[in-house]
C-alpha cells in the first residue's frame, strides 16, 4: 500500500515526534519508557499511528501517576 505525500508526511511528523518523546524520557533517566517509544517509534513504519499512540499513553500514564 502506497500513501499519499500527505499521509507520508504525517507518519514521518508523528514518528518524529515519538523519537523526541523517548529522547526527553532518556533524559529524564526514565530507560522503559525510553526503550518503549524507540520501539514504537521503529513499528510505527508499518503500523502508522502506533507511535503517536504510545506517546500519548506514556504521557497519560506520567500525569496520572
Known amino acids: 500500500m502506497t500513501l499519499t505525500p500527505g499521509r507520508q508526511t ?3 511528523l508523528g514518528i518524529a515526534s515519538t523519537l523526541l518523546d523517548a529522547a526527553v524520557a532518556f533524559a529524564r533517566r526514565d530507560t522503559r519508557t525510553g526503550v518503549l517509544l524507540l520501539g514504537a517509534a521503529v513499528v510505527s513504519n508499518w503500523v502508522p499511528g502506533l507511535g503517536v ?3 500519548l499513553l506514556t504521557r497519560l ?3 496520572l501517576r
Do not use: M, N
Open 10 to 12: 504525517l507518519q514521518r
Open 53 to 55: 499512540a504510545a506517546s
Open 61 to 63: 500514564y506520567r500525569r
